[in-house]
């Protein structure tokens, strides 16, 4: 996902504001980023840039949908998960300053900045609710539903 910003290098210290959806992890390729039981969709980002001479500033909050496993129980479980996404981009950016990425012509990349922040906000691990009971390690049943008899023992 590209952001046209010429208007921000042609008028410096001026705020643009912008709004894009992305396509789904597995779409856009950046699938190795997340656990396989993981499924990122509805990725979407907004904010502002913001241009002074061969720099862009970009401020904003990258936003997804994001589907697993519950880590006890296994039921599916979505959460929306938000995210600051505040990165710098210039024309004399060195490839390897993961700090300062790449501005090229007029445009700027969001999509590795966008995937890796929401890389890193993801759970540790993902649960129904807090309280969730899980599965019994005897029969297998779903202890949200009841007992199955076998909690004595353990
Ligand atoms: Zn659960
Ligand atoms: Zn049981």
């Keep these: ?5 010429s208007r921000a290098l042609q ?7 912008f709004s894009v959806a992305m396509a789904d992890a597995e779409k856009n390729g950046e699938t190795d980023r997340f656990p396989d039981e993981v499924d990122v969709r509805g990725v979407r980002a907004d904010g502002i840039f913001v241009g002074g001479g061969d720099t862009v500033f970009v401020r ?17 479980v979505t959460k929306t998960i938000e995210t600051p996404v505040h990165e710098v981009y210039g024309t004399d ?3 390897d300053d993961p700090e ?3 501005l ?4 700027v990349d969001l999509t590795d900045a966008v995937y890796s922040a929401l890389a890193l906000s993801l759970p540790i691990r993902f649960l129904c ?8 390690t005897v029969c297998g049943a779903d202890l949200n539903e009841g007992p199955c008899g ?3 023992d353990a």
């Design 93 to 95: 950016a060195d490839p």
């Design 150 to 152: 076998h909690e004595s």
């Design 129 to 136: 609710r807090e309280d969730c009971k899980g599965l019994c």
């Design 11 to 17: 008028q410096p210290g001026e705020q643009f504001p």
């Design 100 to 102: 300062r990425r790449r």
């Design 104 to 107: 090229e012509g007029y445009e």
């Design 60 to 76: 904003g909050r990258a936003r997804a949908e994001v589907l697993s496993k519950c880590a006890r129980c296994l039921a599916d």
């Design 1 to 5: 996902m590209t952001l046209d910003v």
